[in-house]
């Protein structure tokens, strides 16, 4: 079992920056992939970032050039750094892991909320 908590969020301009932080607890070795995805009212949720144990990553193109993902402390950790942000990134933005390259995440963190406002 593999427990996600998610922190970071908070209250920032447009063309600010945030770090969200997502800190896995339990077997953290079996884990393979870390993401973050978001849900911004009325809207489903949406892929943003992975990395893969073998540091790969990839983004959603509204992200691209932005957004960085990190990983640390022996990849129990897995960091998101938001930079350039708009006022369409404002969501709800939560953290997941799997054992496996691919499906459904298994693991889902709490969500922390990013509001992105003048």
């Known amino acids: 079992q593999v427990q996600l908590v998610a922190s970071g969020g908070g209250l920032v301009q447009p063309g600010g920056s945030l770090r969200l932080s997502c800190s896995a607890s339990?077997?953290?070795?079996?884990?393979?992939?870390m993401a973050w995805y978001r849900r911004a009212p009325g809207k489903q949720r949406e892929f943003v970032a992975v990395?893969?144990?073998?540091?790969?990553?990839d983004y959603t193109d509204s992200v691209k050039g932005r957004f960085t993902i990190s990983r640390a402390n022996v990849g129990a950790t897995a960091y998101l750094q938001m930079d350039g942000l708009k006022p369409e990134d404002a969501a709800v933005y939560y953290c997941?892991?799997?054992?496996?390259?691919?499906?459904?995440?298994?693991?889902w963190g709490q969500g922390t909320q990013v509001t992105v406002s003048s």
């Open positions: 997941a892991a799997d054992r496996r390259l691919i499906g459904n995440y298994e693991y």
């Open positions: 339990g077997n953290t070795f079996t884990i393979e992939r």
């Open positions: 990395i893969k144990r073998d540091g790969r990553s």
